[in-house]
């Protein structure tokens, strides 16, 4: 139901844009969020924003990365500035999902890769 988009390969110091959509059976999404993992860590939060378009960000994207989304076509964006080579991972989105049905799901994305070469 989370399709992600926008993954390649960058310079450092380069920009990426990521998007993600969901579709289905779907009456609203509330928080939406970005994960990464890199090889051989853990998944960790990059940022997150809710229907009404309050952010949060870990530390590490904080002034670089800008999350955003558009309710009406239920997407999330990722824009990513001043790649740095650790920011190299697999990004997964991640929605809280109200279906027509009042369930409630949590979807995630299959990931889509990000390598930032130094």
């Known amino acids: 139901q989370l399709v992600e988009s926008g993954g390649g390969l960058v310079q450092a110091g380069g920009s990426l844009s990521l998007s993600c959509t969901a579709s289905?059976?779907?009456?609203?999404?509330?928080?939406m969020d970005w994960y990464r993992q890199a090889s051989g860590k853990q998944r960790e939060l990059v940022a997150s924003?809710?229907?009404?378009?309050?952010?949060n960000y870990a530390d590490s994207a904080k002034g670089r990365f800008t999350i955003s989304r558009y309710n009406a076509n239920n997407t999330v964006y990722l824009q990513m500035n001043s790649l740095k080579a650790e920011d190299t991972a697999v990004y997964y989105c991640?929605?809280?999902?109200?279906?027509?049905?009042?369930?409630?799901?949590?979807?995630w994305g299959q990931g889509t890769q990000v390598t930032v070469s130094s």
């Open positions: 289905g059976s779907i009456m609203r999404i509330d928080v």
């Open positions: 991640k929605g809280s999902i109200t279906g027509w049905g009042y369930d409630i799901n949590v979807y």
């Open positions: 924003i809710t229907r009404g378009g309050t952010t």
